[in-house]
């Protein structure tokens, strides 16, 4: 028993160490530098909840439009992406799995490819297919517009370039799932007259009840952390209109001039409140509505 013990403690051991060190701890200290003014460079001086205050309640402050402005744009991405992230891989994957599909990992492969290129390699990809001047969709298809530079074309950019490199994962997800329903249940359905549709509502869905939980709560969580589309694709604009929360941390904490790594630091806890509230909601009204 005891040489059993110590060889679990041998494999679990060093992920509870790398999470303590670079999860845990980073957290607590994030939290407590909220209640701090601190410039990264001398002592966290406390101040209890001003900083909070300032952001949420203080009108006249800059750090008050940041925010609120950011979450704005935050949700506004989170809201189109998500959707868009759960339902398109779950259709691909369906239709990869289909009796008729031939080369179902040759097709699965081509999908899951761009997830493989970096943010900024797929930033750099799609800045140039908008390009104004140079770029494929003005000059193939005769557009004549300022993508990343106009809404809503700006956003739009930033949900295409997100959708094209993301929705592999997800669908690789789907696809284990579904491939693992007996195919007797689909051939029953077809037998008592159900078409595709209902096949996918009464088969299909509930079959992958717990995976669609997990890429719905998992995605939305990494929507709410978006930086390198917005930032690399239209620098924010135009006019600040998809600068996302993480821009305006990151800013704070780590921009030119001074550091305000407390504020930031307030920012980023309530952005984290936010996330565990949706998160926590999903979770229940999707296992709700799936019992």
């Known amino acids: 028993m005891n040489k059993k013990k110590y060889s679990q403690w041998f494999f679990v051991g ?24 601190w410039n990264l460079m001398t002592a966290p001086n406390f101040v209890g909840l001003e900083n909070y205050r300032t952001i949420l309640f203080n009108q006249d402050s800059s750090f008050h439009r940041e925010f609120f ?6 949700l506004i991405f989170v809201g189109v992406s998500v959707p868009l992230m759960v339902v398109i891989p779950l259709l691909i994957a369906t239709s990869i799995e289909h009796k008729k599909v ?5 097709f699965q492969s081509i999908v899951y490819i761009p997830g493989l290129i970096s943010i900024s390699a797929a930033a750099l990809i ?11 969709m003005n000059n193939l298809f005769g557009f004549d517009t300022v993508w990343t530079a106009t809404q809503p074309y700006a956003w739009m950019t930033i949900f295409i370039m997100t959708v094209w490199g993301g929705i592999g994962g997800n669908m690789i997800i789907y696809r284990a799932s579904i491939s693992s ?7 029953s359905a077809e037998i008592d007259g159900a078409g595709a549709i209902r096949k996918f509502i009464s088969i299909t869905l509930p079959s992958i009840k717990f995976p669609l939980i997990y890429t719905v709560v ?4 990494g929507s709410f952390n978006v930086f390198g589309q917005p930032l690399m694709m239209t620098g924010g604009g135009p006019r600040e209109s998809t600068s996302v929360l993480m821009m305006y941390i990151r800013d704070l904490a780590f921009g030119s001039g001074q550091s305000i790594a407390g504020m930031a630091s307030a920012m980023a806890v309530l952005l984290g ?10 979770y229940y009204i999707m296992n709700r509505n799936s019992a």
């Open 102 to 106: 031939k080369y179902k990992n040759f």
């Open 14 to 37: 060093p992920h509870i160490i790398l999470f303590i060190a670079f999860i845990l701890i980073p957290s607590i200290y994030g939290i407590y530098a909220s209640f701090t003014n």
């Open 218 to 221: 998992m995605t939305t969580a």
């Open 181 to 187: 329903v007996s195919q007797d249940l689909y051939e």
């Open 126 to 136: 799609w800045s140039l297919i908008f390009n104004s001047q140079l770029g494929v």
């Open 69 to 74: 402005n950011g979450m704005k744009n935050t």
């Open 273 to 282: 409140m936010v996330l565990l509230v949706i998160s926590a909601c999903q």
